[in-house]
């Protein structure tokens, strides 16, 4: 197993995390990877139901592992089991995200989600970095979104633009800062630090219902940004890392 590369995929068990676990397994022999999952039952279900699905396909290995990145004690958690199972850590793909729809308060709304797709998200990339050290290639994806791009928000003729959802938009600018913090200093030892917009696609962000009206409004399956996130994983998208803005699911520039 040491002799594998050992990937992270946090939010692992549906969506794009889901569809970028199978896809990684697909792909090569060579890597092993971590299904993030807050619930380890709902995470063994969708390692048997990809199983069911893919067959003899799925050619690398997959295990499940718990993580909720709003617990500090799961992060904690988490980095002994990777350090004492493998020693080390090749890849962080930061997916796990939530928008928060509920009636709440905006200050209640802003903290829900900031403490999830910021707080928790820069704690357990901050966490893992000494496995991801010990990597002969490590490399730290940051599942964005356009929607936290300042520039596009500004767009007079940009419809998406309109949508308000500030909480999440906010949290997004904010996690696209802390992508570029990383990739300014964390390049210095020799990590590949990406931001990634995978654009609008089916997810489980909203719910059965948001599902069914992504289909509606035409969304994206979530195994097309699923096929990007592993070409850059298999270094196929190496020149972007020396560029301003987030990659999106064709390999074009978002700007920040």
């Known amino acids: 197993m040491a002799s594998k590369t050992i990937i992270l995929v946090t939010g692992g068990n549906s969506g794009i995390g889901y569809e970028t676990v199978a896809l990684l397994s697909k792909e090569s022999a060579d ?3 971590l299904m993030g999952s807050r619930s380890v039952e709902k995470g063994q279900k969708a390692l048997e139901d990809m199983k ?29 089991h990777i350090e004492t199972q493998f020693g080390k850590l090749d890849v962080l793909i930061n997916n796990a995200g939530i928008i928060v729809y509920q009636q709440m308060s905006l200050l209640e709304q802003l903290r829900k989600t900031f403490e999830t797709n910021v707080f928790g ?5 901050e966490t893992l970095e000494p496995l991801l050290q010990k990597s002969s290639k490590p490399y730290l994806i940051y599942v964005s979104s356009g929607q936290g791009s300042i520039t596009q928000k500004l767009l007079p003729d940009y419809e998406a633009a309109k949508l308000r ?8 600018a904010a996690l696209n800062m802390l992508s570029a913090t990383h990739r300014r200093h964390w390049s210095e030892w020799g990590c590949r630090v990406l931001a990634f917009d ?6 489980n962000l909203t719910g059965a219902k948001g599902r069914e009206m992504r289909k509606s409004l035409g969304a994206r399956d979530p195994s097309q ?7 850059v ?5 190496d020149a972007f890392f020396e560029k301003s803005g987030m990659l999106d699911v064709d390999g074009a520039l978002v700007p920040w």
């Open 165 to 172: 959802a500030d909480p999440y938009r906010m949290s997004k």
């Open 52 to 80: 069911s699905a893919h067959g003899d396909s799925l050619k690398g290995t997959i295990s499940v592992v718990q993580i909720d990145v709003s617990d500090e004690k799961s992060i904690l958690a988490l980095k002994d």
């Open 233 to 237: 994983v298999g270094g196929g998208k």
């Open 31 to 33: 890597y092993h990877v």
């Open 121 to 125: 998200t820069m704690l357990l990339s």
């Open 225 to 231: 940004p699923a096929a990007t996130l592993v070409d």
């Open 198 to 203: 995978p654009g609008f696609c089916v997810s």
